[in-house]
């Protein structure tokens, strides 16, 4: 059983889920002792959001002090990050079990440059908080004025099995991506093609061109339902424009008329702002990939829309 500490009174988004982070590394096997007493403080394993003193050696995680933990690139901790650097593969470990130990790690990682990071930045009034910040739905879980006679403990713990379903589902969709990547690297290594990457399921995969460092891909290929589609690679995450734009005179044609000027008979049609096509089966959105690759951009006036609103 481990024995953990925090602080009575109010709570926060940092210290809840530093308790549902330890919940999840035990395996459930846990006691939770919320005091400012010293005495009960000192006689925990690990003491978090409380306590004066940060030593990661004794597991006491404190994170208020002038001298205060900061990540490398000099960021503040909170005692979310704290426990979930320390405890996070322990915790991750519990919560995938079909997740291999590399996955786990990056997971780990995932979390913590995301969600994580993000409690622990409002924490320290590093973010402005908003109404909507799920740090600010956490603290809507403590009592108000007139509900005095609520159970303040047993708040902590109905907040904290909602920050640990939260905290499950986010582990699982950094999973999926890790996954994702995998597969579209196994793909990008498989390509007949250099600038095309075939993907045979629907997985999202811009994250994973940029974090595998694919610069030369310039299209992907996947499923969507009965047909297949072909997605032009931004420059950049998260932008808006094409490294290859679509040939311009496909714009906005669909069925027979994009058909008939590409030479694919099963092409079904072509975004107005170049970033996506498509073809009933898969040779046939191949064959459109192929086609816009060996365009030329510069020579066809196809230069990035940054503002075309649409991604891939």
Same mark, same amino acid.
């Given at each position: 059983?481990?024995?953990?500490?925090?602080?009575? @009174?109010?709570?926060?988004?940092?210290?809840?889920?530093?308790?549902?982070?330890?919940?999840?590394?035990?395996?459930?096997?846990?006691?939770?002792?919320?005091?400012?007493?010293?005495?009960?403080?000192?006689?925990?394993?690990?003491?978090? %959001?409380?306590?004066?003193?940060?030593?990661?050696?004794?597991?006491?995680?404190?994170?208020? #002090?002038?001298?205060?933990?900061?990540?490398?690139? @000099?960021?503040?901790?909170?005692?979310?990050?704290?426990?979930?650097?320390?405890?996070?593969?322990?915790?991750?470990?519990?919560?995938?079990?079909?997740?291999?130990?590399?996955?786990?790690?990056?997971?780990?990682?995932?979390?913590?440059?995301?969600?994580?990071?993000?409690?622990?930045?409002? %924490?320290?009034?590093?973010?402005?908080?908003?109404?909507?910040?799920?740090?600010?739905?956490?603290?809507?879980?403590?009592?108000?004025?007139?509900?005095?006679?609520?159970?303040?403990?047993?708040?902590? #713990?109905?907040?904290?099995?909602?920050?640990?379903?939260?905290?499950?589902?986010?582990?699982?969709?950094?999973?999926?991506?890790?996954?994702?990547?995998?597969?579209?690297?196994?793909?990008?290594?498989?390509?007949?093609?250099?600038?095309?990457?075939?993907?045979?399921?629907?997985?999202?995969?811009?994250?994973?061109?940029?974090?595998?460092?694919?610069?030369?891909?310039?299209?992907?290929?996947?499923?969507?339902?009965?047909?297949?589609?072909?997605? *032009?690679?931004?420059?950049?995450?998260?932008?808006?424009?094409?490294?290859?734009?679509?040939?311009?005179?496909?714009?906005?044609?669909?069925?027979?008329?994009?058909?008939?000027?590409? @030479?694919? @008979? %099963?092409?079904?049609?072509?975004?107005? *702002?170049?970033?996506?096509?498509?073809?009933?089966?898969?040779?046939?959105?191949?064959?459109?990939?192929?086609?816009?690759?060996?365009?030329?951009?510069?020579?066809?006036?196809?230069?990035?829309?940054?503002?075309?609103?649409?991604?891939?």
């Amino acid at each position: 059983m481990l024995k953990v500490a925090t602080h009575n @009174g109010t709570f926060h988004a940092d210290d809840v889920f530093a308790f549902a982070i330890l919940r999840a590394a035990s395996g459930g096997q846990i006691e939770l002792i919320r005091s400012r007493d010293q005495q009960a403080l000192d006689a925990a394993a690990v003491v978090f %959001d409380v306590g004066g003193s940060y030593d990661r050696d004794s597991h006491r995680y404190d994170h208020h #002090m002038r001298d205060k933990p900061l990540r490398p690139n @000099g960021e503040p901790y909170s005692s979310a990050g704290l426990v979930w650097r320390d405890f996070g593969e322990a915790a991750v470990g519990h919560m995938l079990s079909e997740a291999s130990a590399e996955a786990i790690v990056r997971v780990v990682e995932m979390v913590d440059a995301g969600f994580i990071r993000d409690v622990d930045l409002m %924490d320290n009034g590093a973010m402005t908080p908003t109404p909507g910040h799920f740090s600010t739905v956490i603290e809507a879980f403590n009592s108000t004025f007139v509900e005095d006679g609520r159970d303040e403990n047993a708040a902590f #713990m109905q907040t904290a099995d909602i920050a640990a379903t939260v905290l499950k589902r986010i582990c699982a969709g950094a999973w999926a991506s890790v996954q994702a990547e995998a597969t579209v690297a196994e793909a990008a290594r498989c390509a007949e093609h250099p600038g095309i990457i075939v993907l045979d399921s629907r997985v999202p995969w811009e994250d994973a061109i940029f974090d595998l460092r694919l610069d030369g891909a310039l299209y992907v290929i996947r499923p969507a339902g009965d047909a297949w589609t072909c997605s *032009a690679v931004p420059p950049e995450r998260g932008s808006f424009a094409q490294r290859h734009p679509l040939p311009e005179a496909w714009g906005g044609l669909r069925d027979e008329a994009f058909s008939t000027l590409t @030479g694919i @008979g %099963d092409a079904t049609f072509c975004h107005s *702002a170049l970033f996506v096509c498509g073809a009933r089966s898969r040779e046939g959105a191949v064959s459109l990939a192929r086609i816009a690759a060996s365009s030329n951009p510069v020579k066809d006036g196809l230069e990035a829309r940054p503002d075309s609103g649409n991604k891939a």
